[in-house]
């Protein structure tokens, strides 16, 4: 089992920051993987940012250049550094991690961000 519990969410202004981060723990030499989801309210859960074991990242199109996701093996925590935000950044943002265990993803509790313009 892996348990991921969220932190740093809250409101700011459009042109702002936040730093999200994401403490796991449980199983963690079976995750392959660990990332951002963010749920915007009547819209499905989407991709923000992903980084792999091996230190690989991948972005959504609509945060290159303002978001970037980092991890500290040492304390088995993912950051999503958030810049640049837009009110269209609004949503519930959810750490994921992807495991060779079953049920093979899991999630947190998710973070509130809202962005006023």
């Known amino acids: 089992q892996v348990q991921l519990v969220e932190s740093g969410g809250g409101l700011v202004q459009a042109g702002g920051s936040l730093r999200l981060s994401c403490a796991a723990s449980?199983?963690?030499?079976?995750?392959?993987?660990l990332g951002w989801y963010r749920q915007a309210p009547g819209k499905q859960r989407d991709l923000v940012a992903r980084?792999?074991?091996?230190?690989?990242?991948n972005y959504a199109d609509s945060v290159k250049g303002r978001f970037t996701i980092s991890r500290d093996n040492s304390k088995n925590t993912v950051y999503l550094q958030m810049n640049s935000l837009k009110p269209e950044d609004t949503a519930v943002y959810y750490c994921?991690?992807?495991?060779?265990?079953?049920?093979?993803?899991?999630w947190g509790q998710g973070t509130q961000v809202t962005i006023s313009s």
């Open positions: 449980g199983t963690m030499y079976r995750v392959i993987a």
């Open positions: 994921n991690a992807d495991s060779t265990l079953y049920p093979f993803n899991y």
């Open positions: 980084i792999t074991s091996g230190g690989t990242t």
